[in-house]
Nanobody
Protein backbone atom coordinates (compact mmCIF):
# COMPACT_ATOMS: atom_id res chain seq x y z
CA UNK A 1 0.00 0.00 0.00
CA UNK A 2 1.32 3.41 -0.93
CA UNK A 3 2.22 6.01 1.67
CA UNK A 4 1.60 9.75 1.35
CA UNK A 5 3.19 12.70 3.13
CA UNK A 6 1.89 16.26 2.86
CA UNK A 7 4.13 19.28 3.43
CA UNK A 8 4.02 23.01 2.83
CA UNK A 9 1.27 24.17 5.15
CA UNK A 10 1.59 27.33 7.20
CA UNK A 11 0.05 30.68 8.09
CA UNK A 12 -0.47 33.39 5.51
CA UNK A 13 -2.41 36.61 5.11
CA UNK A 14 -5.45 36.73 2.86
CA UNK A 15 -4.36 37.31 -0.72
CA UNK A 16 -1.14 35.37 -0.20
CA UNK A 17 0.06 32.06 -1.59
CA UNK A 18 1.17 28.66 -0.38
CA UNK A 19 2.41 25.60 -2.21
CA UNK A 20 1.54 22.22 -0.77
CA UNK A 21 3.31 19.02 -1.75
CA UNK A 22 2.18 15.42 -1.51
CA UNK A 23 5.01 12.93 -1.84
CA UNK A 24 3.88 9.38 -2.57
CA UNK A 25 5.73 6.06 -2.51
CA UNK A 26 3.68 5.30 -5.60
CA UNK A 27 0.65 6.66 -7.40
CA UNK A 28 -2.62 4.83 -7.88
CA UNK A 29 -5.04 6.17 -10.51
CA UNK A 30 -5.80 9.63 -9.07
CA UNK A 31 -4.34 11.95 -6.47
CA UNK A 32 -6.86 14.15 -4.74
CA UNK A 33 -6.48 17.12 -2.40
CA UNK A 34 -9.05 17.61 0.33
CA UNK A 35 -9.54 19.93 3.27
CA UNK A 36 -11.42 19.82 6.52
CA UNK A 37 -12.22 22.22 9.33
CA UNK A 38 -13.58 21.17 12.73
CA UNK A 39 -17.31 20.58 12.65
CA UNK A 40 -17.50 20.29 8.88
CA UNK A 41 -17.25 17.43 6.42
CA UNK A 42 -14.09 16.85 4.49
CA UNK A 43 -14.40 18.44 1.04
CA UNK A 44 -12.63 17.83 -2.24
CA UNK A 45 -10.43 20.65 -3.52
CA UNK A 46 -8.62 19.32 -6.59
CA UNK A 47 -7.68 16.09 -8.31
CA UNK A 48 -5.23 14.92 -10.95
CA UNK A 49 -4.98 11.70 -12.94
CA UNK A 50 -1.56 10.22 -12.25
CA UNK A 51 -1.48 6.94 -14.18
CA UNK A 52 0.04 6.52 -17.64
CA UNK A 53 -2.11 7.02 -20.69
CA UNK A 54 -3.89 9.72 -22.64
CA UNK A 55 -5.61 11.10 -19.54
CA UNK A 56 -2.46 11.58 -17.49
CA UNK A 57 -2.40 15.04 -15.95
CA UNK A 58 -6.14 15.65 -16.32
CA UNK A 59 -7.26 17.90 -13.47
CA UNK A 60 -10.48 18.90 -11.77
CA UNK A 61 -11.25 21.56 -9.17
CA UNK A 62 -13.96 22.49 -6.74
CA UNK A 63 -15.84 25.60 -7.86
CA UNK A 64 -14.64 27.46 -4.77
CA UNK A 65 -10.98 27.23 -5.84
CA UNK A 66 -11.15 27.39 -9.65
CA UNK A 67 -8.86 30.06 -10.98
CA UNK A 68 -6.94 30.27 -7.69
CA UNK A 69 -5.54 26.77 -7.11
CA UNK A 70 -3.45 24.70 -9.51
CA UNK A 71 -2.61 21.02 -9.11
CA UNK A 72 0.41 19.58 -10.91
CA UNK A 73 2.36 16.33 -11.12
CA UNK A 74 6.11 15.79 -10.94
CA UNK A 75 6.69 12.16 -11.85
CA UNK A 76 10.43 12.33 -11.27
CA UNK A 77 9.82 13.29 -7.64
CA UNK A 78 6.69 11.16 -7.16
CA UNK A 79 5.08 14.35 -5.94
CA UNK A 80 1.86 16.23 -6.62
CA UNK A 81 1.80 19.94 -5.86
CA UNK A 82 -1.12 22.19 -4.98
CA UNK A 83 -0.31 25.83 -5.72
CA UNK A 84 -2.75 28.02 -3.81
CA UNK A 85 -2.96 31.70 -4.78
CA UNK A 86 -5.27 34.54 -3.74
CA UNK A 87 -5.95 32.71 -0.50
CA UNK A 88 -9.03 33.57 1.52
CA UNK A 89 -9.91 33.04 5.16
CA UNK A 90 -12.35 30.31 4.11
CA UNK A 91 -9.44 28.31 2.67
CA UNK A 92 -8.25 27.64 6.22
CA UNK A 93 -8.21 23.97 7.14
CA UNK A 94 -6.29 20.75 7.41
CA UNK A 95 -5.29 19.71 3.90
CA UNK A 96 -4.96 16.03 2.98
CA UNK A 97 -3.91 14.17 -0.13
CA UNK A 98 -5.21 10.75 -1.04
CA UNK A 99 -4.94 8.16 -3.81
CA UNK A 100 -7.54 6.13 -5.65
CA UNK A 101 -10.59 8.09 -6.61
CA UNK A 102 -11.18 6.82 -10.16
CA UNK A 103 -14.87 6.58 -10.88
CA UNK A 104 -16.28 5.98 -14.38
CA UNK A 105 -12.96 7.06 -15.87
CA UNK A 106 -12.89 10.38 -14.01
CA UNK A 107 -10.99 11.44 -10.90
CA UNK A 108 -13.62 12.11 -8.27
CA UNK A 109 -13.62 14.93 -5.72
CA UNK A 110 -15.60 12.83 -3.26
CA UNK A 111 -13.51 11.73 -0.26
CA UNK A 112 -15.35 8.41 -0.02
CA UNK A 113 -13.87 7.35 -3.38
CA UNK A 114 -10.28 7.54 -2.11
CA UNK A 115 -8.56 4.75 -0.28
CA UNK A 116 -5.13 5.78 1.05
CA UNK A 117 -4.64 9.05 2.91
CA UNK A 118 -1.83 11.17 4.25
CA UNK A 119 -1.88 12.72 7.71
CA UNK A 120 -2.50 16.27 6.55
CA UNK A 121 -0.85 19.68 6.68
CA UNK A 122 -2.41 22.71 8.33
CA UNK A 123 -3.22 25.89 6.39
CA UNK A 124 -4.28 29.06 8.19
CA UNK A 125 -5.33 32.17 6.28
CA UNK A 126 -5.89 35.31 8.30
CA UNK A 127 -8.01 38.17 7.04
Amino acid sequence: EEQLVETGGGSVQAGGSLRLACEATRFNYCLGWFRQVPGKEREGVASIYTDSGAGKGTTDYADSVKGRFTVSLDNAKNTVFLQMDSLRAEDTGLYYCATGGLRNGICSLRPVQYRVWGRGTEVTVSS
